[in-house]
């Protein structure tokens, strides 16, 4: 994803909600600086940003 305004924000809450009433798990992985920025700022990035994964050893 390379742009996200409020609408994008609110369509991304709207999918967690979703998720988290279906009993399911909801997380963005692999966030761009960009808009991890906003979602940190909109304290979203607490409840749908995953932390990445450590590569395995080769």
């Given at each position: 994803?390379?742009?996200?305004?409020?609408?994008?924000?609110?369509?991304?809450?709207?999918a967690?909600?979703?998720?988290?009433?279906?009993?399911?798990?909801f997380?963005?992985?692999?966030?761009?600086?960009?808009?991890?920025?906003?979602?940190?700022?909109?304290?979203?990035?607490?409840?749908?940003?995953?932390?990445?994964?450590?590569?395995?050893?080769?």
């Open positions: 994803m390379s742009f996200c305004d409020a609408a994008g924000l609110s369509a991304l809450e709207a967690r909600d979703s998720a988290v009433r279906a009993g399911a798990e997380a963005l992985a692999g966030v761009r600086r960009g808009l991890l920025r906003i979602l940190s700022i909109t304290a979203c990035g607490r409840v749908m940003v995953r932390p990445p994964v450590p590569a395995a050893a080769p």
